[in-house]
């Protein structure tokens, strides 16, 4: 098993040495098992239709999810690029949308209906402040009834520049709310079900 994840390393590198991508995507997802589980969450939601991740990176989450239509949404085009290349060797009957995409400044379309929106590893670089009122902007404009968003938080963690709590980033009243922990880090999991 590790034979295959030093492949799998390998090949990454040599995806961001073509593609130009930053060094700490070339991790593979086995590495990271806090993806594999929200994978693993996802496939289990009735509803699959559409599904989006913001800072997608190469796609790892989003690409493994069956899904009807998806969205890969990151701020960097080469990574992009990567995750539209992996997706050609995805063998996945979905419809991809691919686009550069800024989170603090970018406004997603309000007639875009979403089951899931994923959010991780990313969101412990920005103010809870900044970042509730645009996951809410989300959530209005975008989510549909009994969707989910997942998002990670860090706990207590001097390393990150914001250790957000769950209630700094959403209205917890309305949403039925599951936490995972255990991950390196501290981080933790939270799938929101909007009610």
Partial sequence: MKIIGAFKKIFRIILMLFFRFDQWHTSP???????????KELRKEANRNTAMELGCGLGDIIGNLDYKEKYFLDISENALNAAKFL?????????????????????????????????????????????RLRICKLIENNLNAHGILVFDIIDNNSNYKYNHKVQDLIDESRFDIKIIDGYKFGRKLVYAKLK
């Fill in 29 to 39: 997802i086995e590495n990271r098992q806090y993806a594999c589980d929200v994978i």
């Fill in 87 to 131: 997706q050609l060797f995805s063998f996945k009957d979905t419809y991809n949308i691919y686009k550069v995409f800024d989170f603090l400044v970018d406004l997603l379309e309000e007639d875009i209906s979403l089951d899931a929106i994923i959010l991780v590893n990313w969101i412990h670089g920005y103010d809870s402040q900044i970042l």
